[in-house]
């Protein structure tokens, strides 16, 4: 489980509310999330905890605004001293990506701090923040960004003739069709990591974790549309419980229920949600490969309209 730090400034009481709400959604999306506002208590030493934080986290979140860009810039406070901490830490272990900015107020060059301004950040400044940068984020931390695909072997095989590679060499416009989606299905209840009911009487104390597994890790588009297909499928009973799923890599965790429920009522909606998850994806996918055609065939009349033109241009 990745683990995260987020640093920020205490601007508004507003503003600690709304960083407190983006831990407890990066911990419900499997992001174990540490926060002052939880972890830190009176008589702790803060520069101790700040340091920990800081060295055992997968990630460091940095929440920029302008004030906090002012005190990191001019080393004063808690976070100035945690900017000392980071870009000393960047500097040394040349981990750059283990900081990650996060805007949300202001303009980028008026809230980033300047060891941070060259970097790629995620854009949360709107309200609501952005689901797609959201995303973006969940899935760098969750290790599931998008990947580049293989590397055929045609330049090695062109490789072995000096003087003909460039002539020979094929155009990146009409590449290889891309492959066929192969559709994703849950397999299986993960018996060995079944949670335990609290037991203590209180509304919801009988109820528990059940993870799935799924046939491979999910793209971040699929696991969009698979959670809002479970939060409004198109079928479901009365004991339904939107809100409970999610997915962490392979993995799809419905938190809040019962294996009973699983087997009478669950089931069921999962595999519809996965179908409906399959669908939208490959509904996305033929998209893209339509508006890539597209594109490829508008680059290629342009470059035969150019070559047309300069066979004309006589000197």
Same mark, same amino acid.
């Given at each position: 489980?990745?683990?995260?730090?987020?640093?920020?400034?205490?601007?508004?009481?507003?503003?600690?509310?709304?960083?407190?709400?983006?831990?407890?959604?990066?911990?419900?999306?499997?992001?174990?999330?540490?926060?002052?506002?939880?972890?830190?208590?009176?008589?702790?030493?803060?520069?101790?905890?700040?340091?920990?934080?800081?060295?055992?986290?997968?990630?460091?979140?940095?929440?920029?605004?302008?004030?906090?860009?002012?005190?990191?810039?001019?080393?004063?406070?808690?976070?100035?001293?945690?900017?000392?901490?980071?870009?000393?830490?960047?500097?040394?272990?040349?981990?750059?990506?283990?900081?990650?900015?996060?805007?949300?107020?202001?303009?980028?060059?008026?809230?980033?701090?300047?060891?941070?301004?060259?970097?790629?950040? @995620?854009? #949360?400044? /709107?309200?609501?923040?952005? $689901?797609?940068?959201?995303?973006?984020?969940? &899935?760098?931390? *969750?290790? %599931?960004?998008?990947?580049?695909?293989?590397?055929?072997?045609?330049?090695?095989?062109?490789?072995?003739?000096?003087?003909?590679?460039?002539?020979?060499?094929?155009?990146?416009?009409?590449?290889?069709?891309?492959?066929?989606?192969?559709?994703?299905?849950?397999?299986?209840?993960?018996?060995?990591?079944?949670?335990?009911?609290?037991?203590?009487?209180?509304?919801?104390?009988?109820?528990?974790?059940?993870?799935?597994?799924?046939?491979?890790?999910?793209?971040?588009?699929?696991?969009?549309?698979?959670?809002?297909?479970?939060?409004?499928?198109?079928?479901?009973?009365?004991?339904?419980?939107?809100?409970?799923?999610?997915?962490?890599?392979?993995? @799809?965790? #419905?938190? /809040?229920?019962?294996?009973? $429920?699983?087997?009478?009522?669950?089931?069921? &909606?999962?595999? *519809?949600? %996965?179908?409906?998850?399959?669908?939208?994806?490959?509904?996305?996918?033929?998209?893209?490969?339509?508006?890539?055609?597209?594109?490829?065939?508008?680059?290629?009349?342009?470059?035969?309209?150019?070559?047309?033109?300069?066979?004309?241009?006589?000197?």
């Amino acid at each position: 489980m990745p683990r995260s730090f987020v640093s920020y400034s205490w601007d508004t009481e507003e503003h600690r509310n709304w960083v407190r709400g983006l831990a407890t959604r990066l911990r419900q999306d499997g992001i174990e999330t540490t926060l002052d506002q939880w972890h830190l208590v009176p008589g702790d030493q803060l520069p101790a905890f700040m340091e920990r934080a800081v060295r055992e986290s997968d990630y460091v979140l940095i929440v920029c605004t302008p004030r906090y860009k002012q005190r990191s810039d001019n080393r004063t406070g808690g976070v100035g001293y945690e900017g000392d901490i980071m870009a000393a830490e960047a500097l040394t272990a040349r981990n750059e990506r283990k900081f990650v900015p996060i805007l949300r107020q202001d303009q980028w060059l008026s809230s980033a701090p300047s060891w941070l301004s060259g970097k790629y950040y @995620v854009d #949360l400044s /709107g309200e609501p923040y952005s $689901e797609h940068q959201y995303m973006d984020l969940l &899935t760098t931390m *969750l290790g %599931a960004r998008p990947q580049a695909p293989p590397v055929g072997r045609r330049a090695q095989d062109l490789a072995g003739t000096p003087g003909q590679a460039a002539a020979a060499a094929p155009e990146v416009v009409g590449s290889a069709p891309p492959s066929a989606f192969d559709p994703l299905r849950v397999t299986g209840v993960i018996v060995d990591d079944i949670g335990t009911p609290r037991g203590d009487g209180i509304r919801g104390g009988a109820l528990y974790t059940v993870p799935f597994r799924l046939s491979r890790r999910p793209p971040s588009e699929w696991v969009r549309f698979f959670i809002e297909a479970w939060n409004h499928p198109p079928r479901f009973t009365l004991m339904h419980r939107p809100g409970i799923a999610s997915v962490h890599g392979d993995k @799809v965790v #419905l938190d /809040g229920t019962t294996v009973e $429920e699983v087997e009478r009522y669950h089931r069921d &909606t999962l595999i *519809l949600a %996965a179908d409906q998850a399959n669908r939208q994806y490959q509904e996305l996918e033929a998209d893209r490969r339509t508006q890539e055609q597209q594109e490829r065939e508008r680059i290629e009349a342009h470059r035969k309209s150019v070559a047309d033109a300069a066979s004309r241009i006589k000197f």
